[in-house]
Nanobody, 125 residues
Framework: QVQLVESGGGLVQAGGSLRLSCTAS????????MGWFRQAPGKERKLVAG?????????YDADSMKGRFTITRDNAKNTVVLQMNSLKPEDTAVYYC?????????????????WGQGTQVAVSS
């Protein structure tokens, strides 16, 4: 069993930055590809960024986030971080940390193994 705890959400003005952090329990963190999904009201949950298992050599960023969001992992600290820059009002959503076992790419499917509880990000115009 893996528990994911997110932190770092909040309210920011357009153009600002936020750093989301997710810490996982357990001793097998490196086995899991990690990702950040988001869900806006009335919309489906979608992958924002992901990073592969083990060294995290492969990453995925949704097209609308390229150049603005960066995902990194620290296996020694069981942590994955999403750095979000140049935020836009349309980035407003609940952001969820997710873990999927043994994925060689950063493109996590929606049927992940574990979800965090979610953290709200609100971007004002």
């Amino acid at each position: 069993q893996v528990q994911l705890v997110e932190s770092g959400g909040g309210l920011v003005q357009a153009g600002g930055s936020l750093r989301l952090s997710c810490t996982a329990s357990g001793r097998t963190f490196s086995w899991y590809a990690m990702g950040w999904f988001r869900q806006a009201p009335g919309k489906e949950r979608k992958l924002v960024a992901g990073i592969s298992s083990w060294s995290g050599s492969n990453t995925y960023d949704a097209d609308s986030m390229k150049g603005r969001f960066t995902i990194t992992r620290d296996n020694a600290k069981n942590t994955v971080v999403l750095q979000m820059n140049s935020l836009k009002p349309e980035d407003t959503a609940v952001y969820y940390c997710a873990a999927k076992r043994l994925v060689a790419t950063g493109h996590l499917p929606n049927d992940v193994d574990y979800w965090g509880q979610g953290t709200q990000v609100a971007v004002s115009s």
